[in-house]
């Protein structure tokens, strides 16, 4: 059973387009997260949602919208895509509380904006 | 600033030698966490370890060991007798654990390892 799953694996659309990304963890953690990996492989943080609620947003262009419908997903949501949008995105879950987990993560989604 | 420095950008070894890359993090809370996360070609990352600020104990798996030190900030990672199937990208990562950044990962630019047959 994958613990964290996200969906597409690869995506390739056009300038100006919207898209989703999907996400899902059967891990029964509390706090999911998005982060973004750059062409020189640097992983940032976008968002974390702790039980459906926003916790960070991390200077993140208002084109990005992360939605929570339960505490298992965390999808996002990009519209008018532009070509700096290229990057992998990654899930990521953890159990946060009086000793944080590890984060366990997706297998990431690679985003081509052409 | 950064909060975790990883000063090796590519470090290329043979086969069976022993590698260590380091990690130097910077925080200013009392309990933290550092991880470090593998990324082999495929893309996926894989957790290798957390520690706990309270923790000091060196931790070994296998071909795998740890060394976290306080007194210097460094939480470096050593592969003993590596393997081709070592060759990753490498990250050390830190997490605080104030309310407001709950869980959110830190991480370095990454260490490319590449071991040659």
């Known amino acids: 059973d994958t613990a964290v799953s996200q969906t597409p694996k690869y995506l390739v659309t056009q300038m100006g387009n919207d898209k989703s990304i999907k996400c899902e963890q059967n891990?029964?953690?509390?706090?999911m997260y998005w982060y973004k990996q750059d062409s020189k492989k640097f992983l940032k943080i976008m968002f974390s949602?702790?039980?459906?609620?926003?916790?960070i947003n991390e200077t993140v262009p208002n084109r990005f919208s992360p939605k929570s419908p339960d505490k298992a997903h965390l999808n996002l949501h990009i519209n008018s895509l532009e070509l700096g949008d290229s990057a992998v995105y990654f899930c990521a879950s953890s159990q946060q509380g009086f000793e944080d987990t590890e984060a366990f993560f997706g297998q990431g989604t690679r985003l081509t904006v052409v | 600033a950064q909060k975790v420095t990883q000063a090796q950008t590519e470090i290329s070894v043979v086969e069976k030698e022993d590698v260590t890359l380091d990690c130097v993090y910077e925080t200013r809370d009392t309990t933290y966490y550092l991880f470090w996360y593998k990324q082999p070609p495929s893309g996926e990352l894989v957790f290798l370890i957390r520690r706990n600020s309270f923790d000091e104990q060196n931790e070994i798996s296998g071909r795998y060991s740890w060394n976290f030190q306080k007194s210097t900030s460094s939480f470096n990672f050593t592969i003993t007798a590596s393997q081709v199937v070592d060759s990753a990208v490498y990250f050390c990562?830190?997490?605080?654990?104030?309310?407001?950044?709950?869980?959110?990962?830190?991480f370095g630019r990454g260490t490319q390892l590449t071991v040659w047959p």
């Open positions: 891990l029964g953690h509390d706090t």
């Open positions: 990562a830190l997490s605080e654990a104030g309310g407001s950044t709950l869980g959110r990962l830190y």
């Open positions: 949602y702790n039980n459906k609620e926003l916790i």
